[in-house]
């Protein structure tokens, strides 16, 4: 028997209200706002005025604010940074911006989650996106330099989260990876709401092999059962691939059922 989590059973829920009952509205839906704290917001803008985010926010679906951090510093340089106590290489970003920046929206409205992008946070997966998308309001603050002061992460942010092993010259990236990987599990965003319940991760198995047209290209052609009319062989077809895929692709995925 197939299974769903909360989310899945959610969207598909709501898919189906909108599809087959005319006076159901996205109104169903939450509003999610997304605010991002940063030192270089026009970095991250265009992102969100193409494809799916454009979509989400034009819908009313969702709203992403950019929060420059110079303009909460003090000090007449603009600066957000100084050397770290103890000596070292790099500079640190200093409290200061930091908190006057979250204590200024967080006197607006409660936030779910003040997010951190960091390498050494919890890794991005399609768990924790699809918990997050239920989320109503969040801050996502991008780190540069060798990072925020220790006292930022130990009394303003409730959840690191980082997008892979791996070091970039700032949060920015990261911040848009997660809201991308968020916006687009909100129900109302995609043109097909049962898209994302087949998406890799959403059952623990990766997506195995998809076609289109034509049938047959240079003679290499597509599976005869996905042009077979028969749901129920290619559904088995589909799990089965699913699971060869995982397999060979990503054993540990299969490791942690």
């Given amino acids: 028997m197939e299974m769903y989590n909360f989310v899945q059973i959610k969207n598909r829920l709501i898919y189906i209200l ?13 509003l999610m706002r997304i605010d991002i704290i940063t030192i270089l917001p026009d970095l991250l803008r265009s992102p969100f005025e193409a494809s799916i985010m454009k979509r989400a926010i034009d819908k009313g679906l969702v709203e992403v604010h950019f929060h420059n951090l110079r303009d909460f510093t003090t000090n007449k340089q603009k600066s957000v940074d100084d050397y770290p106590f103890g000596g070292g290489a790099g500079m640190v970003m200093t409290v200061q911006p930091i908190d006057d920046c979250i204590s200024h929206l967080k006197s607006q409205r409660n936030y779910d989650e003040i997010i951190y992008m960091s390498p050494d946070g919890e890794t991005l997966n399609q768990k924790m996106a699809n918990t997050m998308s239920m989320y109503e309001n969040i801050i996502i603050l991008c780190g540069h330099y060798k990072g925020v002061d220790q006292r930022v992460r130990d009394h303003f942010i409730t959840k690191e989260i980082s997008i892979g092993d791996y070091v970039l010259s700032g949060g920015e990236l990261g911040a848009l990876v997660l809201s991308d990987a968020l916006i687009r599990l909100i129900p109302g965003v995609l043109s097909d709401e049962t898209s994302a319940l087949t998406d890799s991760f959403q059952d623990g198995l990766l997506s195995g092999p998809i076609y289109t047209r034509p049938a047959d290209y240079k003679g290499w052609k597509v599976p005869d059962v996905l042009t077979s009319g028969n749901f129920a062989k290619i559904e088995k077809w589909q799990e089965e691939k699913a699971f060869e895929h995982t397999k060979n692709r990503r054993p540990d995925l299969l490791d942690n059922e």
Avoid: G, R
């Fill in 18 to 30: 909108q599809k087959h009952c005319t006076f159901v509205t996205l109104n169903l839906c939450q």
